[in-house]
């Protein structure tokens, strides 16, 4: 408790340095957690998408139910799929009016008619998919083919992109942080050798001596970590109708979002504030660790 | 008890002690006298563990001061207590901060620190100066502060290295005297000093050292002035 209090009077005592710590951290924190939750909804994303028909097989109005069924049985027959699901033009409404059930103007202009009917293919194994390709192909009445490969491997491709770019930005930051919470705490202690050529000589242990500048570092952190905390809040909030309409069909996210004081929202909200509050007072602490390590040699 | 056995210390090649022996009882008060650069500073800075012997043992009563482990000299520290010339006073805090410091260290409660301190205060005379900051002191107030910070703690040895060297002769009786009542209550007390007067009137066992080695050691001993020393003093 006493390093606690010596620890936030050497903090008072030199706000301008303390600022700048706490600034750092708080940009490092800010960017490490926007690109935590960017990269974690790509992850949820990524796997909404993986879960989904590999092969999606839209008909033209035209086409009659038999040659779907042709077609479908075709599919079977070649003994490479794991599931063939027809899907009517009443049922792609159905489907449509359960996505859309929030907005009533989308659901005005849409009727049955303008909706295709489809065929949602899964392959035993992806390297069937170009073999079962060849067989849609041959098929009358075929309007679109959609592979959800294409879009898996693009969602791959930019969950990858923001993996390593705010992973690296993120990198250097927190080792800009830990080089400038260093170098304020070696300062403060070249300020302070007197008091602790006092404290060494009075009896302190080194524990005792120690104790304020490494908690000094986390402190740094917890409060960098606070401010990105309520910055990333109030984004959240701001930006939660938008992500609502724009995540909330991924179930893993829709789930969480759909209800701010459920359970499942409070625990995901307290893992996620609480790790960046132990990231930050980890990196500082880390920093002081290393200027203790460095200066303070007895 | 305190022991040096042939306790050597070597700056480079220069013997700041040479084969140093001596021993010194419970409750005594010694003068280390001698010219600058005999090894005074050494003798006291061996004691607190601030330095190690290059050769032989250094003990106080069981603990084998040379080969303590790093993790017990803050304990040594607490039972060999120093008080500088130069005060070593932190200028951010109180006198009553000041003394106060010797007792958070080793974790007691805020009421015993306070009615500690207050009575060592009261002993060096403070007591009415206990808000005031070092810069506010007197030379003489700034040693009084510095003994009770370093007796608060109740150490069994109490290190002086020349305490009088920045105060008039006057002040410098009066810590004298705060020493002979701390050394009365059973601390044993060594003072490094060149005040010839103090030495001469208090007639204390007094060790001298020149070029690192005991010249003299007497049971109640006379400042021999060093040739040296005395030629300065004519010019």
């Known amino acids: 408790m006493i390093s606690l209090t010596t620890a936030w009077r050497h903090m008072r005592r030199s706000p301008y340095q303390a600022m700048a710590a706490i600034l750092t951290m708080f940009l490092t924190l800010l960017l490490a957690g926007l690109f935590f939750l960017a990269s974690t909804a790509s992850f949820f994303v990524l796997k909404y998408f993986e879960g989904k028909p590999q092969i999606t097989v839209y008909f033209q109005d035209k086409t009659s139910e038999e040659s779907i069924h042709n077609l479908e049985n075709e599919l079977t027959a070649t003994g490479k799929t794991v599931s063939i699901k027809y899907i009517t033009k009443d049922e792609a409404l159905a489907l449509y009016r359960q996505q859309n059930k929030n907005d009533p103007l989308l659901l005005e202009m849409v009727t049955a008619d303008i909706l295709p009917a489809s065929l949602e293919v899964s392959a035993t194994d992806p390297n069937f998919l170009s073999d079962l390709e060849a067989v849609i192909k041959e098929s009358e009445g075929v309007e679109e083919v959609v592979y959800q490969r294409d879009v898996v491997e693009t969602l791959i491709s930019w969950t990858n992109a923001i993996r390593w770019v705010g992973g690296s930005l993120a990198g250097l930051l927190a080792v800009d942080s830990i080089l400038i919470v260093m170098t ?82 409070l625990i995901a909200a307290f893992i996620f504030f609480g790790g960046l509050a132990t990231t930050g007072f980890l990196l500082g602490s880390i920093g002081s660790l290393v200027a203790v390590g460095r200066y303070l040699k007895f | 008890m305190i022991s040096f056995d042939r306790v050597t210390k070597l700056y480079g090649e220069t013997h700041a002690l040479s084969q140093v022996s001596v ?55 607490r039972r060999v207590g120093v008080v500088f010339q130069d005060f070593k006073l932190l200028s951010d805090r109180t006198v009553f901060e000041n003394v106060a410091l010797a007792l958070e260290i080793i974790g007691k409660r805020e009421p015993e620190i306070t009615r500690d301190v207050d009575k060592v205060l009261e002993l060096v005379g403070l007591e009415n100066k206990k808000y005031l900051f070092p810069q506010q002191l007197s030379a003489g107030e700034m ?54 007067s103090i030495v001469n009137d208090l007639k204390k066992r007094t060790i001298t050292l020149e070029h690192g080695e005991i010249v003299s050691d007497e049971a109640r001993g006379r400042y021999h002035i060093h040739k040296k020393e005395h030629r300065t003093h004519k010019l």
């Open chain 1, 184 to 265: 304020i705490i070696g300062m403060k202690i070249a300020i302070k050798k007197q008091e602790v050529e006092v404290l060494n000589l009075v009896g302190a242990s080194p524990w005792y001596i120690r104790a304020p500048f490494l908690l000094e570092g986390g402190l740094y952190g917890l409060f960098g970590a606070g401010i990105a905390s309520i910055i990333i809040g109030a984004l959240a909030l701001w930006m939660y109708p938008f992500l609502l309409t724009f995540l909330g069909v991924i179930p893993a996210i829709g789930s969480v979002l759909a209800a701010p004081t459920s359970a499942a929202f």
């Open chain 2, 23 to 77: 021993t010194i009882k419970d409750g005594e008060f010694v003068f280390l006298i001698g010219p600058s650069g005999a090894g005074k500073t050494t003798f006291l800075k061996l004691l607190t563990r601030e330095m190690v012997p290059t050769e032989g043992d250094i003990m106080l009563d069981d603990w084998k001061i040379n080969t303590l482990p790093d993790s017990s000299i803050h304990l040594l520290r």
């Open chain 2, 143 to 196: 040693q009084r502060t510095s003994i009770a910070r370093t007796i608060v703690g109740g150490p069994k040895v109490l290190l002086a290295d020349e305490p009088t060297g920045n105060l008039d002769p006057e002040t410098s009786w009066e810590i004298l005297d705060i020493l002979q009542e701390i050394n009365d209550i059973g601390t044993t007390i060594i003072m490094a000093t060149h005040n010839a």
